[in-house]
């Protein structure tokens, strides 16, 4: 496999981590809109699991971007 394959896949798997620690952390939620009364519903572990998933979706959206506009720089 080629490092860029690699770094894909890479990618791909963190930002399903991330997308999946979310939906595991609201799964019991009764309410999923307005983002203040999910956050109130939440307890201390699933508030940290949220942020950690929104946390890792958003690191590995602007690393693919950084990363493609170095890519496209060269």
């Known amino acids: 496999m080629t490092p860029e394959k690699k770094r ?3 990618t ?4 399903l ?3 999946l620690a979310s939906l595991d952390a609201v799964r019991d ?3 999923y809109w307005p983002p203040d009364v999910v956050w109130e519903a939440l307890r201390s572990p699933q ?3 949220l942020g950690g998933g929104i ?3 958003l690191v590995t959206l602007v ?3 950084l990363q493609q ?3 496209s720089e060269r």
């Open 8 to 10: 894909r896949v890479a």
């Open 12 to 15: 791909a798997v963190a930002f």
């Open 17 to 19: 981590s991330g997308v």
């Open 29 to 31: 939620a009764r309410v």
């Open 47 to 49: 508030r940290l699991e």
């Open 55 to 57: 946390a890792l979706i």
């Open 63 to 65: 690393t693919s971007v």
């Open 69 to 71: 506009r170095a890519a």
